[in-house]
């Protein structure tokens, strides 16, 4: 089963055999789709070629005519008033029809994939909250013993760092811009009780985590990513880290383009500790992407 996510960074592909429940292959791509959305409204056409591009270079790679092919795309797409257009065009130049999917079923199948991670790093936790800080969006995601409660939110490390261009503005604006977020946990808090564990997935964390543990972009191993703990001073410290660093290591460690976005996220990461009131979480690399190739496993 192969499974592609198109998110508002990055081209995320991963083939999963269903026969022994193995990732066998993967790739991924940073293709800015959400590049200068936040002011145009639109997917530009340059973001567009870096998605057909990105597609025929994980071809060479991964056989997509041989398996079951799942794609999906979610908020920049979801967003784009010409969303048709180019998912058009993309299908016309590669052959992979994306779907564009909800909010609510991008945090279904992202909790998926982080439930399989957990109970094979035996992590064992009735109650959890699971934060994926996307590049358009932010999905939060309360799973209580007797219920799931998920909301997505247009917050996202792209768009912020383009709306709000500086870190200083950013972190001006997010307790107004995240007020929606707040208020959703403290109804959560009011009618379901606080979570006991705090659990972290997307290009954020696991940005950070890899540094913790002395990775880079380059060298990056999901297998040591899942299971790392991070602590909400490990946030500043990081970040810090980063900020001192001349552009041409930021962009060894985060990969190019990318450290300005991994340092919104960050602050984005530090807001959703306070409000959610949590001094540490557990990092996890699985999401969307895997969780649509283990739903896909199911059918067969």
Avoid: W
């Amino acid at each position: 089963m192969i499974a592609i996510d198109l998110g508002s960074n990055t081209l995320r592909v991963i083939q999963l055999d269903c026969e022994i429940s193995q990732y066998i292959a993967e790739y991924e791509k940073i293709v800015k789709t959400a590049d200068g959305l936040a002011a145009t409204g639109i997917v530009s056409d340059a973001a567009v070629e870096r998605i057909i591009a990105g597609l025929m270079e994980a071809k060479t790679k991964i056989d997509f005519e041989k398996h079951p092919l799942k794609a999906v795309t979610t908020e920049a797409i979801r967003k784009a008033k010409n969303a048709q257009a180019v998912l058009e065009k993309i299908k016309k130049e590669t052959g992979v029809e994306f779907e564009i999917i909800s909010g609510d079923e991008e945090a279904r199948l992202t909790l998926l994939a982080v439930k399989h991670r957990l109970s094979q790093l035996h992590y064992a936790s009735r109650n959890f909250v699971v934060v994926d800080i996307g590049g358009g969006s932010t999905e939060l995601i309360f799973h209580y013993e007797d219920e799931v409660i998920a909301r997505s939110f247009p917050i996202g490390i792209v768009t912020v760092a383009q709306t709000y261009e500086t870190l200083e503005n950013i972190q001006k604006e997010l307790p107004d811009a995240m007020f929606g977020i707040e208020k959703f946990c403290a109804e959560v808090f009011a009618t379901k009780g606080h979570i006991s564990s705090l659990v972290a997935t997307a290009g954020t964390p696991t940005s950070v985590a890899a540094m913790k543990l002395g990775q880079n972009y380059a060298t990056y191993d999901a297998s040591k990513i899942n299971g790392t703990t991070l602590t909400a001073g490990e946030l500043d410290f990081y970040l810090e880290k980063l900020l001192a660093m001349p552009l041409e290591k930021r962009e060894e460690t985060c990969g190019t383009g990318r450290s300005d976005l991994i340092a919104a996220g960050i602050l984005i990461f530090k807001h959703l500790f306070k409000i959610l009131e949590c001094d540490k979480c557990i990092v996890v690399d699985d999401g969307l992407r895997e969780g649509v190739a283990l739903e896909g496993c199911k059918d067969f």
